[in-house]
């Protein structure tokens, strides 16, 4: 199981929001290729890079910047937020990132077939939810599909790994949401990366406790910026 810290990118600048709420932002950096280098040197294998600008305009936003990111350190990067179509897709990983999430645009089956044929091995799926129904359009659009439905779809497509977020969660630092993550796990056979609520060593423990059911990582944001748990300790206890 690994841990990957998670780096939000708006304006240039390396941000949390509360609940994917913009109007709750708070800024921890101006130096988001800095930010990198830090968590890259704990020895972490990969790094979860989000442009929230694109994800609320629906384009790539920050990607020269993601690129200097991707130069600059020797871990994986992969990165999500407003990669709407193929040639997005493709500019991404020309940037070096080693990874594409796929978001918003997983709810359109035909377009997940088709990159997943062509780049499978590189996209990850990502289902953020909230009360078992996933939104999109950076957290903005309610859908009516659940969770488990769309990750059912991309187990059938052949993909391999889903990033899960439970919005409600998401930077509140009270914890992840134990019950909904052993619903998922229980209903395919994906790994599973989880992300939101992550505020202490404990919260780790108990995702640790989950990597039998096949979670596989945890992504971790607001707990490392505040200083609420230390990040050798929890690669630690995943990687141990």
Same mark, same amino acid.
């Given at each position: 199981?690994? *841990?990957?810290?998670?780096?939000?990118?708006?304006?240039?600048?390396?941000?949390?929001?509360?609940?994917?709420?913009?109007?709750?932002?708070?800024?921890?950096?101006?130096?988001?290729?800095?930010?990198?280098?830090?968590?890259?040197?704990?020895?972490?294998?990969?790094? /979860?890079?989000?442009?929230?600008?694109?994800?609320?305009?629906?384009?790539?936003?920050?990607?020269?910047?993601?690129?200097?990111?991707?130069?600059?350190?020797?871990?994986?990067?992969?990165?999500?937020?407003?990669?709407?179509?193929?040639?997005? *897709?493709?500019?991404?990983?020309?940037?070096? *990132?080693?990874?594409?999430?796929?978001?918003?645009?997983?709810?359109?089956?035909?377009?997940?077939?088709?990159?997943?044929?062509?780049?499978?091995?590189?996209?990850?799926?990502?289902?953020?939810?909230?009360?078992?129904?996933?939104?999109?359009?950076?957290?903005? /659009?309610?859908?009516?599909?659940?969770?488990?439905?769309?990750?059912?779809?991309?187990?059938?497509?052949?993909?391999?790994?889903?990033?899960?977020?439970?919005?409600?969660?998401?930077?509140?630092?009270?914890?992840?949401?134990?019950?909904?993550?052993?619903?998922?796990?229980?209903?395919?056979?994906?790994?599973?990366?989880?992300?939101?609520?992550?505020?202490?060593?404990?919260? *780790?423990?108990?995702?640790?406790?989950?990597?039998?059911?096949?979670?596989?990582?945890?992504?971790?944001?607001?707990?490392?910026?505040?200083?609420?748990?230390?990040?050798?300790?929890?690669?630690?206890?995943?990687?141990?």
């Amino acid at each position: 199981m690994k *841990v990957m810290p998670a780096i939000d990118i708006k304006d240039g600048k390396v941000v949390r929001l509360t609940q994917g709420d913009a109007n709750k932002m708070t800024v921890y950096s101006e130096d988001p290729v800095g930010m990198a280098k830090k968590w890259a040197s704990y020895g972490v294998s990969l790094i /979860h890079v989000v442009d929230l600008d694109g994800a609320i305009d629906g384009n790539l936003k920050n990607l020269g910047i993601v690129k200097k990111m991707a130069e600059s350190v020797k871990c994986k990067i992969e990165l999500g937020g407003g990669i709407r179509d193929l040639a997005a *897709v493709e500019s991404v990983l020309a940037a070096n *990132v080693d990874r594409v999430c796929i978001g918003t645009r997983a709810l359109d089956p035909k377009f997940l077939e088709f990159v997943g044929k062509r780049f499978k091995n590189k996209i990850v799926v990502s289902i953020d939810a909230k009360e078992g129904l996933v939104y999109s359009k950076g957290w903005i /659009h309610k859908t009516k599909i659940t969770a488990i439905e769309l990750a059912k779809k991309a187990e059938d497509m052949g993909f391999s790994t889903v990033n899960y977020t439970d919005i409600s969660k998401d930077g509140m630092l009270q914890g992840p949401n134990i019950n909904s993550l052993k619903e998922l796990l229980r209903s395919v056979s994906l790994d599973i990366v989880a992300a939101g609520g992550v505020s202490s060593i404990e919260d *780790v423990k108990a995702l640790k406790s989950l990597e039998e059911y096949g979670l596989r990582g945890v992504i971790i944001g607001k707990a490392l910026y505040e200083n609420k748990l230390d990040l050798a300790e929890a690669i630690k206890i995943c990687e141990g």
